[in-house]
């Protein structure tokens, strides 16, 4: 992934957001299978999106060379964390999976998803991507998914700066990243 995750351990936060991690803790402490507590974690997250005491200025900030990380809570047994994506205007994403599942809300703005399914080597055909599907993801949209099945691309095709709040079930503070692989095989569309 191009983009780093900025943050420390003593995150400056605000009251919504600690409001935030405590729904998402109470839900990932009800250890359900993934697919049931990245919805659980969606319901939590909705309610926040698109108020303006969710997130600090400097959180809100983005860098003119690629879309920006920035870490905005990780949970002190590593079950989750949360991380807030700063999209200036045409900055995207590489076609990648994650190491866990993973929960998205559209904080400001708007963001494009393109997702993959991975159609491994047969008879004679290597490997590639097929797109299976395009969404425009607006303010206030909550999405989830869990591996496999998670290979996608996301960018902001908009002319302002999009925001995302995204909730994984990994400590990023210790990976520095959610993605699992990042694909560089031919795709259809």
Same mark, same amino acid.
């Given at each position: 992934?191009?983009?780093?995750?900025? #943050?420390?351990?003593?995150?400056?936060?605000?009251?919504?957001?600690?409001?935030?991690?405590?729904?998402?803790? *109470?839900? @990932?402490?009800?250890?359900?299978?993934?697919?049931?507590? #990245?919805?659980?974690?969606?319901?939590?997250?909705?309610?926040?999106?698109?108020?303006?005491?969710?997130?600090?200025?400097?959180?809100?900030?983005?860098?003119?060379?690629?879309?920006?990380?920035?870490?905005?809570?990780?949970? !002190?047994?590593?079950?989750?964390? @949360?991380?807030?994506?700063?999209?200036?205007?045409?900055? !995207?994403?590489?076609?990648?999976?994650?190491?866990?599942?993973?929960?998205?809300?559209?904080?400001?703005?708007?963001?494009?998803?393109?997702?993959?399914?991975?159609?491994? #080597?047969?008879?004679?055909?290597? #490997?590639?991507?097929?797109?299976?599907?395009?969404?425009?993801? *607006?303010?206030?949209? @909550?999405?989830?998914?869990?591996?496999?099945?998670?290979?996608?691309?996301?960018?902001?095709?908009?002319?302002?700066?999009?925001?995302?709040?995204?909730?994984?079930?990994?400590?990023?503070?210790?990976?520095?990243?959610?993605?699992?692989?990042?694909? *560089?095989?031919?795709?259809?569309?």
């Amino acid at each position: 992934m191009s983009a780093s995750i900025t #943050a420390s351990r003593a995150v400056r936060t605000t009251g919504r957001m600690d409001a935030l991690v405590a729904g998402i803790r *109470e839900a @990932v402490g009800r250890g359900l299978p993934p697919d049931l507590t #990245a919805y659980l974690v969606g319901e939590r997250l909705a309610p926040h999106l698109g108020t303006a005491d969710l997130l600090t200025d400097e959180q809100c900030e983005g860098d003119p060379e690629r879309y920006r990380q920035h870490l905005l809570h990780s949970e !002190h047994d590593g079950s989750f964390s @949360v991380v807030g994506l700063v999209w200036l205007p045409g900055q !995207h994403t590489p076609v990648h999976d994650h190491v866990s599942w993973c929960v998205t809300g559209v904080h400001e703005g708007a963001e494009q998803e393109r997702r993959y399914r991975l159609m491994p #080597a047969a008879s004679g055909t290597p #490997a590639h991507l097929v797109a299976t599907e395009d969404l425009v993801n *607006e303010q206030g949209s @909550v999405c989830g998914f869990a591996p496999p099945g998670d290979i996608h691309r996301v960018w902001n095709a908009g002319t302002e700066r999009a925001i995302s709040i995204h909730v994984y079930g990994a400590d990023i503070s210790r990976l520095g990243t959610s993605v699992r692989r990042v694909y *560089e095989l031919p795709a259809d569309r």
